[in-house]
């Protein structure tokens, strides 16, 4: 894609860079994605991550139960200044659900509400579903 850029007069933006990350993540690309990542992340990049940047990869992450990464990105996102947000918190709560980690579900959960965001029905029915799937789903 940044040869294309030189080639020509196109200019990519965040919104085709996220376009690209996505489908990238769907096809099961993830070095291709992370590459797209890191170039947007460089000091001379004309073009920056959002939040949507962000929480492509921590859902990406999140389907393939990579708790681990989807934490990294979380806290990449915070050191790059921007805010996590209700999609944010509910993919890591999937992700800890998916990994079978309710205690750090539930602390995401009190986390959220703490930086006043709502909860949603997604939220919800995805602390349900953890709730569901395990033997200890009480929070302390």
Do not use: H
Not at 11 to 33: G, H, R
Not at 55 to 72: C, Q, V
Not at 96 to 125: H, Y
């Amino acid at each position: 894609m940044q040869d294309t850029a030189k080639d020509s007069n196109f200019s990519p933006d965040e919104v085709l860079y996220n376009v690209l990350i996505d489908t990238s993540i769907k096809c099961k690309q993830f070095v291709q994605a992370l590459d797209m990542f890191e170039a947007m992340k460089k000091e001379d990049s004309k073009v920056k991550p959002d939040e949507i940047t962000f929480n492509t990869l921590i859902k990406g992450y999140s389907m393939n139960r990579d708790m681990e990464n989807a934490f990294r990105v979380f806290e990449d996102m915070k050191g790059f200044g921007l805010k996590p947000n209700d999609v944010t918190y509910n993919s890591l709560i999937d992700t800890c659900v998916r990994s079978s980690d309710m205690d750090r579900a539930w602390t995401l959960f009190s986390e959220m509400q703490d930086n006043e965001i709502v909860p949603d029905n997604f939220t919800f029915s995805t602390l349900i579903k953890g709730i569901k799937s395990t033997k200890n789903p009480k929070k302390d």
